[in-house]
């Protein structure tokens, strides 16, 4: 079955940088868009960030755009996310998500997500 | 970006009622809606998608409705399990964006 598992979250200051990491396994992850969405402690869903099957289409929030950065090892069946300039408000459970076959931007899949707090 | 909202921003109600959710567009978004439910501490998981596509497995009391910028949730007959934060995302175009959510308490 579909299964995400996500890693690399931490405590990290203000301005700093983390990485995120997605391994993905009971699919063909090369055919699958991919999704990163957050949930801030005690709020709703924020998507984050997409990327394409093949890596040739990004997409970002408003709010991570020119300092998150979305990318794919298909060789590795992995999802990345690069986060720099973190702010206190980047602080949040930040989940990997499939896209539903031959459906972009419907989410079938999801991980139980990695925390990331943002703080002096 | 497209702002959705969600109304009510919560609920109660018994075991065997009828519930309804609503999601409004600040713009036509055609039918490219999808409805997500959130049990307590756990991932959201897909109900429905394409404003009224029932999502594999998901049970036949969960419906959806609506096109352009008005779109409803209804769940027939409420069941114990339902307690959950509910969740409507355009996929319209990008950026994607939640409604605020709608959480749903069972009597």
């Known amino acids: 079955q579909v299964q995400l598992v996500e890693s690399g979250g931490g405590v990290v200051q203000p301005g700093g940088s983390l990485g995120l990491s997605c391994a993905a396994s009971g699919f063909i992850f090369s055919s699958s868009g991919m999704n990163w969405v957050r949930q801030a402690p005690g709020k709703g869903l924020e998507w984050v960030a997409y990327?394409?099957?093949?890596?040739?289409?990004?997409k970002y929030s408003d709010s991570v755009k020119g300092r998150f950065t979305i990318s794919r090892d298909n060789s590795k069946n992995a999802l990345h996310l690069q986060m720099s300039s973190l702010r206190e408000d980047d602080t949040a459970l930040y989940y990997c998500?499939?896209?539903?076959?031959?459906?972009?931007?419907?989410?079938?899949?999801w991980g139980q997500g990695t925390r990331v707090v943002v703080s002096s | 970006a497209i702002q959705m909202t969600q109304s009510p921003s919560s609920l109660s109600a018994s075991v065997g009622d009828r519930v309804t959710i609503t999601c409004r567009a600040s713009?036509?978004?055609?039918?490219?809606l999808g409805w997500y439910r959130q049990k307590p501490g756990k991932a959201p998981e897909l109900l429905i998608y394409?404003?009224?596509i029932l999502q594999s497995g998901v049970p036949s009391r969960f419906s959806g409705s609506g096109a352009g910028t008005d779109f409803t949730l209804t769940i027939s007959s409420l069941q114990p399990d339902d307690s959950a934060t509910y969740y409507c995302l355009q996929d319209y175009s990008y950026p994607l964006t939640f409604g605020g959510g709608t959480k749903l308490e069972i009597k």
């Open positions: 990327i394409r099957y093949d890596g040739g289409k990004e």
């Open positions: 394409a404003a009224s």
């Open positions: 713009q036509d978004i055609r039918d490219d």
């Open positions: 998500v499939r896209d539903l076959p031959r459906e972009e931007a419907r989410f079938d899949s």
